[in-house]
Structure formats: C-alpha cells, structure tokens
C-alpha cells in the first residue's frame, strides 16, 4: 500500500511566523505535490517536483516555497505566514509519468491568526 | 486547454438510495487519464479509479460502477445501495500525457447520504 504521511493534522501558527510542512512518501516515488484546498476554489497546486532538488511552480506558488532534499521527503514552507494562507494543505505523490495515480496525505489543516 | 466540470454541486439521498455522481471532462488530446478520487470528513483523498482513454468499458468494483462515454466526453460514477459511510466530497479528474505534470480536478460534488 502506498503510504503518504503529512507531519501535522491540524497547526496553528502566528502571522509573520516561518511554517514548514513536511511530507514523506514511501513508495519510491518520483514525483511529488503540495496542493492546498479552500472552500469554492477546490484544489490548486502550489509546486510539485518530479525529482530530488527539481521544483516547479504550479498554479499559485506567491508566497511558498519548497525543498526536496531527499526523494522520499517534500517541504512546504511559507517563509512569512500570513492570514490568507490559513488552508488545507494536501500533499500527494505519483510514480513517474504524469498519468499516473496520485497518492494523497491525510492533509494538514492549517491556521494563520 | 483541459477542464473537468462536476455540475452536481451537493446531492442528498436516503441510505439504500442509487446516486450517480457526473463528470464530463474537456481535452483536445487522445491519450489521457480520468480518476475518481473520495474526500470523507477526514479530509484525506483517497483514490478510487483510474480509466485511460482507450478502455471504454464500463468498470465495476462492488457497489460502485463507472460508466465511460467518449461520445459524451463523460466519466460518470454510480453507487448502488448507498450507505452512510458513502457521505464525502467525490472529485473527478483528468489528466493529460504531454499536458505537464498538472492533473486538473473537477470541483467535487458533496454527497451526503442520510439514514
């Protein structure tokens, strides 16, 4: 069974405060996605990498960053969190192609006060 | 350019109830990939389906059936004999070889099934 674990459930985090969401997937999978999920606008990308150091931007990449130093492991990080980033983040990984299956985590809920 | 539109913004039925849950998906490209994906309350995505572009057959995995029409550029999924358990958001999804590494989801249809 392919395995997507997210570090936090639910995290509550200050205006202005640096925020690292950690993903780990253990699969062997080369690619991998930060997703966030918000009421009305469903699921938008925010970066994705299909390799150890390769990062690409997705749809809504403003304010975010991200690391993968290892292939199992994906951050998201958002440098200065503000309010409007206070989201469902959903990190999922894919074997190789494009077509293939994403895996999702459990989801991170995240608030920014 | 790629679309995936769910019209079904929220449907309710009463547990036992059949409920058929629409997708109809837009590419210009013939090689491509539709899933179905649940999101219970948990908030976790859980994969259910994936169909290429070149199996029309229908599929079924117990209560749940998929029905596949190239013609209507439609991926429809059905539950026969809902249950309570069934109540979740459904996203259906696209994707496209040479498109990029982009799936683009459809904006879910919340079912809730009521005892």
């Known amino acids: 069974d392919v395995k997507v674990t997210q570090s936090s459930r639910y995290l509550v985090k200050r205006t202005g405060e640096k925020v690292f969401l950690e993903c780990v997937q253990d699969m062997d999978h080369e690619n991998m996605f930060w997703y966030r999920q918000d009421p009305g606008l469903g699921l938008r990308l925010i970066y994705f990498?299909?390799?150890?150091?390769?990062?690409e931007k997705g749809d809504i990449p403003e304010g975010y960053s991200v690391s993968r130093e290892k292939k199992e492991r994906f951050s998201l990080i958002l440098e200065s969190a503000s309010t409007n980033q206070t989201s469902m983040y959903l990190c999922?990984?894919?074997?190789?192609?494009?077509?293939?299956?994403?895996?999702f985590g459990p989801g991170t809920r995240l608030t920014v006060l | 350019a790629q679309k995936v539109t769910q019209a079904q913004t929220e449907i309710s039925v009463v547990e036992k109830e059949d409920v058929t849950l629409d997708c109809v998906y837009e590419t210009r490209d013939t090689t491509y990939y539709l899933f179905w994906y649940k999101q219970p309350p948990s908030g976790e995505l859980v994969f259910l389906i994936r169909r290429n572009s070149f199996d029309e057959q229908n599929e079924i995995s117990g209560r749940y059936s998929w029905n596949f029409q190239k013609s209507t550029s439609s991926f429809n999924f059905t539950i026969t004999a809902s249950q309570v358990v069934d109540s979740a958001v459904y996203f259906c999804a696209l994707s496209v070889k040479n498109y990029g590494q982009n799936f683009v989801f459809g904006p879910g249809t919340r079912l809730s099934v009521l005892p």
């Open positions: 990498s299909y390799d150890v150091k390769m990062k």
């Open positions: 999922a990984s894919s074997f190789e192609d494009n077509t293939d299956t994403q895996y």
